[in-house]
């Protein structure tokens, strides 16, 4: 993957995490399945983040 393709790959990411951090309350999601995806979308992050090295 290209380095600049990463680079929005990761920002895409981050927009995503915050955007759901911020709306799941509004949307009635339990705090379990938010925690959960939360979980999921930073371990995709972080292996964005260890391709980038």
Known sequence: MEKEE?????EKKKRQLADYVRI???LGI??????R???LM????AKLLKQKK
């Open 37 to 39: 995806q939360v979980n």
């Open 42 to 45: 930073l371990d995709d992050l």
């Open 24 to 26: 799941a309350p509004a």
């Open 6 to 10: 990463q680079e929005k790959e990761i």
């Open 30 to 35: 339990s705090p379990e399945e938010r925690e």
